[in-house]
């Protein structure tokens, strides 16, 4: 069984930054694409960053200069590194990896961690 566990939420103030961790850990044979999605109230969920297993990174306009996405690959570990929150960045925070099991391929999500920027 795979579990994508997440770290790193808060509440701080605007400007400020946040560090998130995922770790996969269990029975993983091979890791594609590894990503944060992010779901803010009321509305639906959306790519805010994510890596593939050669280091091409894909960003939303939205976070572009201000997050960081990267990945260590021998921990099955991904982080997104948030500097100059604003508000509109609060939303939950889920992990996303694609990656090979025992049933095969398939995509798996973390439980969500919370991010909230007071202005």
């Known amino acids: 069984q795979v579990q994508l566990v997440e770290s790193g939420g808060g509440l701080v103030q605007a400007g400020e930054s946040l560090r998130l961790t995922c770790r996969a850990s269990g029975r993983i044979f091979s890791m594609n694409t590894m990503g944060w999605y992010r779901q803010a109230p009321g509305k639906q969920r959306e790519l805010a960053a994510a890596i593939t297993s050669r280091g091409t990174i894909n960003y939303a306009d939205s976070v572009k200069g201000r997050f960081t996405i990267s990945r260590d690959n021998a921990k099955n570990t991904v982080y997104l590194q948030m500097n100059s929150l604003k508000p509109e960045d609060t939303a939950v925070y889920y992990c996303?990896?694609?990656?090979?099991?025992?049933?095969?391929?398939?995509?798996?999500w973390g439980q969500g961690t919370q991010v909230t920027v007071s202005s």
């Open positions: 996303n990896a694609n990656l090979m099991s025992s049933p095969g391929w398939g995509d798996y």
